[in-house]
Nanobody
Framework: QVQLVESGGGLVQTGGSLRLSCAAS????????MGWFRQAPGKEREFVAA????????SYADSVKGRFTISRDNAKNTMYLQMNNLKPEDTAVYYC?????????????????WGQGTQVTVSS
């Protein structure tokens, strides 16, 4: 069982930056592939970024590539999402998630555990 808690969301202007954190309760955090997803009002939840258990492999949605960076610190049981050059279309609730049994995956259905989400709002 993994409990995930996101933090770091907020209101920022276009072009600004935010850093999201995801703290995990599990002692086995380092064995999980981790991911960030987001859901805007009236839209389906979508993949943003993923990172392998070791941090050696990452994957990004095309819409955030070059602007967002996913990372993890297994010693602190924490994952991060550094978001730069934010745009109004990045406005959404951001969720962190954990998956087991995959080296890295972008598919929502593969993730077993989810946080409660943190709101990111980018004003124009």
């Amino acid at each position: 069982q993994v409990q995930l808690v996101e933090s770091g969301g907020g209101l920022v202007q276009t072009g600004g930056s935010l850093r999201l954190s995801c703290a995990a309760s599990a002692r086995t955090f380092s064995t999980y592939t981790m991911g960030w997803f987001r859901q805007a009002p009236g839209k389906e939840r979508e993949f943003v970024a993923a990172i392998s258990w070791s941090g050696g492999s990452t994957s990004y949605a095309d819409s955030v590539k070059g602007r967002f960076t996913i990372s993890r610190d297994n010693a602190k049981n924490t994952m991060y999402l550094q978001m730069n050059n934010l745009k109004p279309e990045d406005t959404a609730v951001y969720y962190c998630a954990a998956a087991s049994g995959y080296s890295i995956t972008t598919l929502l259905a593969h993730y077993n555990y989810w946080g409660q989400g943190t709101q990111v709002t980018v004003s124009s």
